[in-house]
Structure formats: C-alpha cells, structure tokens
C-alpha cells in the first residue's frame, strides 16, 4: 500500500528566509507527486506536480519541487517566504493506471512565518 | 469559473439526523471523491466514483452513503450522524484516475 509522511508537523520560519518542507513517499513505482496548499477555511490548491520527465518541478507562487527516486523523496523549496505563504501543506501520492483509485496525502505541514 | 461547489458551508447536526451534502463541479470530470479531515489526520478518502452511476469505498466509509446519478454532482449522506462524524468535508473531482484533484472549500459539520 502507499504511503505518505511529511516529517515536520509545524515549521517556523522567517519573511525572507528559504524554505523546504519534507516529504517521502512509498509506493512500488514511479507515482504522481504532488503539493497541495490550504490557507485557513479554504480548500486545497495544487501548488505543483510531477508526473515524469524533469525531476525538478516549478510550480504556483515562486514554489519548486525535486523528485529524487533514489531517496524516495519529493521536497518542496522556496527561495525567500513571503508572510502569505503561511498556511498548511499537504504532500501528495497517486497511483498510476488501474481502476483502483489510490490519492493519498500526508497528515500535512503547517508553516507560520514571522515579520 | 465555478470549479467545485460544495452546499452547505456548515451545518450543525444532532446525533441522530440525517443529512446530504451536495458536491457539483463543471469541469466534466469522470472522476469524483469526498474526504474528510481531521486535525493531525490529513485528508482520509470517504467514498469515491469513476463515472456516473458508479460509487466505490474509500479508506473510512462506514456511516456514509453516496450517490452520482449526475456526472457533475456527487452526494454524501449521513443517515445517522454520530460526534466522531464532526468533520470538515471536501470534495474533489479530477479528470484521470489517481491524478490531481480539484477541491470545493469544505463543509465543516459538527455532530452534537
């Protein structure tokens, strides 16, 4: 069965400062990966994805992605954190092909950035 | 652009009662799904459906119900809502199996 775990339940950082939040992922083949966001009493928005190809992704909001297969890994960076960007981050698997649905997301990371 | 829409926003239930939740997306997406989430849960997958006329379970289904007797609605029913049932619910559609989802802004239901 697949899997997601973000490592950091709560991460602190400052306006400016570079950012990475963590995610690994288990799953027996290349999956989908994605990154949602979710501001406060909203839903969430796909921040990026990767479904093959270039394994370092670009996404909405200045946000970046590396896939490394190697590391089982999918870590999303930004270079400077804007106050904005506080919010929750949910990393995300996908199954591929089959009629078995299989969307799974981590328990998510929530992001406070200080002035 | 609409997207996905989910009535009502928020509802307060008392144990015992039923209700429905109704999801609609225009973006004729085969593909449609209701989670819930729960603080330090992430988002756990309810029920969800491939195509018009078609349901299957998720990961915690026990205590809901669904229907899609419309490719661009997909109804979650609670027939007797319990407390652990006091929940935010989303609902997503995507195009292709397993790919991204598109999600409405949540129910948050709360059962006393």
């Known amino acids: 069965a697949q899997s997601v775990t973000q490592p950091d339940i709560h991460i602190t950082v400052s306006e400016g400062a570079s950012l990475e939040l963590r995610c690994n992922y288990s799953?027996?083949?290349?999956?989908?990966l994605f990154w949602y966001v979710q501001s406060p009493g909203q839903g969430l928005q796909l921040l990026l994805k990767y479904f093959s190809g270039d394994t370092l992704v670009q996404g909405i909001k200045g946000f970046e992605a590396e896939f490394k297969r190697s590391q089982s890994s999918f870590n999303l960076r930004k270079p400077s954190v804007h106050w904005s960007d506080a919010a929750e981050y949910f990393c995300?698997?996908?199954?591929?092909?089959?009629?078995?649905?299989?969307?799974?997301f981590g328990k998510g990371t929530l992001l406070t950035v200080n002035p | 652009n609409a997207g996905v829409t989910q009535t009502p926003k928020f509802r307060v239930l008392k144990t015992g009662q039923s209700m429905t939740l109704l999801c609609a997306q225009d973006?004729?997406?085969?593909?449609m799904y209701w989670y819930r989430q729960d603080p330090g849960m992430g988002l756990r997958l309810i029920h969800y459906s491939v195509g018009e006329g078609t349901t299957a379970k998720g990961e915690v289904p026990d205590g809901y119900n669904v229907s899609r007797l419309k490719k661009q609605n997909f109804l979650l029913g609670l027939e007797s809502a319990a407390p652990s049932q006091t929940s935010v619910y989303f609902c997503a559609s995507s195009y292709f199996l397993g790919t991204e989802a598109f999600f409405g802004q949540g129910t948050r239901l709360t059962v006393v």
């Open positions: 973006m004729n997406h085969e593909y």
């Open positions: 799953y027996g083949a290349t999956p989908y």
């Open positions: 995300a698997v996908g199954a591929r092909g089959g009629s078995n649905y299989k969307l799974t």
